[in-house]
């Protein structure tokens, strides 16, 4: 480790440590590593939160999700709610409730051990309870995309950082990067996105329920990424705009002091805080046989589980006292005074070593001073800043009744394309006043006319029916958790609906629940890790349903190239017009079955096909009905072969 060749310059006026800002303080910046509710137990994921919360630090959930039972405090006025919430690639779990419970939201663009690799969950430590809290299904292995499929630009970025603050406005957006060459310029233009904090996780990470391929060689330390990061804010003014936090195997106040130094405000700490609730690092994380139950989900060894809160309290507590006692040898006072003073590292001693010798460390030491009108330190907000006239403030106004006193709203409004992320700030004010369960369905109808913004509804809550006329952009629907959306064209349109795109790319990707129903085509990647919303369509593009885990998706056309790949779960039913086409050219195999309807498809299929055509006036709609005994045998059933399996597993549990 780099931060082994670093030696402290004592102050030549050491200050007195009771002048130093007491651990209270210090501890408020500490935070727990993201460990998944899956990958870890329930008994160790929750002692982690209500310990940080009891410190006023924060825990960080992992991309798992979390059950709705922790965002409110528990009797004795102990809270289990983690306070950061992540949201990686599989969007395991992301609601609009999961979104609102949190003080800070984490985009995990990749993790420190593992660059260019998502999380991975094997199937037998997908219990019940952790499918329904991903909204997966039990048995199933779990793999996050390598990348966010909504994000391929720096613009992109910065929309999903607008939906999240949408989406809870009260929350900081932190951005997870890798230590990697170059990360110094992806973090300017991550801070010009709006970010509030930005993560430079290093190479020694946790990843114990991963491959050892995946994780052996994959990253470079931290205090590289760190160097850099803090270097080229500060020469592009943007170090002011953002928090800058690290994490990757820091383990002692030495280190917290060596990060401080090199310009982190914050810092996580995985591997050490479970081992301070008894990890004995067996190294069988994977294997769902950890002996002191934080590792596994089998309920034998769970009853192991003997970590308490105040283990990790204490913990956290000794490392702030600790590094109380560096600050004041090194003359600091505050943690924001010691922040980026890489004149007080000194590497001579390590260098004069022979094994050491030959390395030019000087650029990681470089001081770099902002210019005169810049402060060196971050401002408390990102680039997001609230206006007089907020995203969806007139809909919420309008929609006082539905939000006060739960009495039925009708909404007629015009919406134009700069309207971005629609119905997100509405369905936080929901899920704020009436949790995860929202409100009952056609509470609040939006009758729109016009071209959609990007995000449409994004993690549109239950309640809310949005009906447009018009057509939309990228991302529509994008983790829905319980709306109605339902677009066609306007009446005098010119164009024949099922043979034109309506709605852009991505849509539904990450969806939890809901209905939707689009009179028309889809762009590429429809429903990519759609968990639980039911879909009808009527032609999508390529890489339709692709990691799939749950839900129902009916696609009334044509559909692109590499349709199902990775698919796990939920099922999709084809109309495959062009007599084999679609199994021929257009389905990735691997993974699913191409099977024939049984009674119970046909009754689902019949039920969603006439909604489609009552909430749209699709004629798509009408031609299957009307011709239904042809039509029905031109249908695929697309069945994920893990899926089937896990059915038939659980049904012999369940005997």
Same mark, same amino acid.
């Given at each position: 480790?780099?931060?082994?060749l ?30 998944s509710y899956?990958?870890i ?34 009797a004795?006025?102990d809270?289990?709610?983690s ?17 609102s ?40 292995g ?38 990697e ?8 233009g ?12 290093g ?33 592009n003014g ?6 800058l ?72 507590r ?44 000087s650029?990681?030491?470089?001081r ?22 907020p ?33 997100? /700030? ?5 899920? /704020?006043?009436y ?10 109808v939006?009758?729109?006319v ?7 509804c994004?993690?549109?809550? /239950? ?17 829905l ?33 809901? /209905? ?62 062009d ?13 699913v ?33 009307e ?29």
């Amino acid at each position: 480790m780099i931060r082994g060749l670093f030696r402290f310059k004592n102050a030549e006026h050491p200050v007195a440590l009771e002048s130093v800002e007491p651990w209270t303080e210090i501890v408020k910046r500490f935070k727990t590593g993201a460990m998944s509710y899956g990958s870890i137990s329930q008994e160790a994921h929750e002692t982690q939160a209500i310990a940080m919360n009891r410190l006023g630090a924060k825990s960080n959930s992992g991309e798992g999700g979390e059950d709705a039972d922790r965002f409110t405090r528990d009797a004795n006025g102990d809270w289990r709610n983690s306070a950061i919430k992540q949201i990686a690639s599989g969007r395991f779990g992301v609601t609009i409730a999961y979104l609102s419970s949190a003080q800070e939201l984490q985009i995990k663009m990749a993790q420190g051990a593992k660059p260019g690799e998502g999380g991975q969950l094997p199937g037998e430590k997908v219990y019940p309870w952790i499918a329904k809290t991903r909204h997966a299904t039990p048995y199933v292995g779990l793999i996050s995309p390598p990348p966010h499929h909504d994000i391929y630009s720096i613009e992109d970025l910065a929309q999903l950082i607008f939906d999240l603050k949408c989406a809870n406005p009260a929350a900081r957006i932190n951005v997870k990067l890798v230590s990697e060459v170059g990360v110094g310029t992806i973090a300017a233009g991550v801070a010009k996105a709006g970010a509030d904090v930005i993560l430079i996780s290093g190479e020694v990470g946790g990843t114990g329920a991963s491959p050892l391929t995946s994780i052996r060689y994959g990253g470079l330390p931290w205090e590289l990424g760190v160097a850099e990061t803090q270097q080229t804010l500060i020469q592009n003014g943007l170090r002011d705009r953002v928090v800058l936090e690290c994490d990757g195997q820091l383990k002692t106040a030495r280190d917290v002091a060596a990060a401080c130094l090199l310009g982190a405000d914050e810092f996580g700490f995985g591997t050490i805080s479970l081992v301070a609730l008894g990890c004995v690092m067996m190294r069988v994380c994977h294997l769902n046989t950890c002996p002191v139950g934080i590792a596994t989900q089998d309920p034998e060894l769970r009853r192991k589980f003997a970590g308490k809160p105040e283990h990790l309290i204490r913990l956290m507590r000794y490392l702030a006292e600790d590094l109380r006692v560096i600050m004041a040898r090194l003359g600091f006072r505050t943690l924001a005074e010691m922040v980026g003073r890489v004149d007080r590292l000194d590497t001579g001693p390590a260098l004069d070593h022979w094994k050491a010798r030959g390395l030019d460390l000087s650029a990681i030491v470089q001081r770099t001073e902002p210019p005169a009108h810049i402060s060196r330190l971050c401002a408390p907000q990102g680039l997001f800043k609230e206006t007089d006239n907020p995203p969806d403030s007139d809909l919420i106004e309008q929609s006082a009744p539905a939000l006060e006193n739960q009495t039925p709203v009708t909404l007629d409004i015009a919406i134009t394309n700069v309207q971005r992320t629609l119905g997100t /700030r509405l369905s936080h004010e929901i899920t /704020r006043r009436y949790g995860e369960k929202g409100l009952d369905d056609d509470t609040i109808v939006i009758n729109a006319v016009g071209s959609a913004g990007q995000s449409f509804c994004a993690f549109g809550a /239950r309640g809310i029916t949005m009906r447009l006329k018009g057509d939309a952009n990228d991302y529509f629907g994008k983790g829905l958790s319980g709306a109605v959306l339902a677009i066609q064209p306007p009446e005098d349109a010119a164009f024949i609906a099922e043979e034109n795109i309506i709605i852009g790319n991505v849509a539904f990707y990450g969806a939890t629940a809901g /209905r939707a129903f689009i009179r028309g085509q889809a762009g590429e990647r429809f429903c990519v890790r759609n968990s639980g919303a039911r879909v009808v369509v009527e032609g999508v593009g390529d890489h339709g349903c692709e990691y799939m885990t749950g839900g129902c998706v009916v696609v009334l056309g044509a559909t692109g190239r590499n349709f199902a790949a990775g698919m796990s779960g939920g099922i999709a039913y084809v109309l495959d017009l062009d007599q084999g086409r679609f199994s021929r050219d257009c389905c990735n195999q691997e993974s699913v079955d191409l099977d024939p309807l049984n009674d119970a498809d046909e009754a689902e299929l019949l039920k969603l096909i006439r909604a489609h055509g009552d909430y749209t006036g699709s004629v798509v709609a009408r031609r299957v009905l009307e011709q239904w005994q042809t039509m029905q045998a031109l249908f695929v059933k697309v069945m994920p072969r893990e899926y089937k399996q896990a059915l038939a597993r659980l049904a012999r549990e369940k005997e």
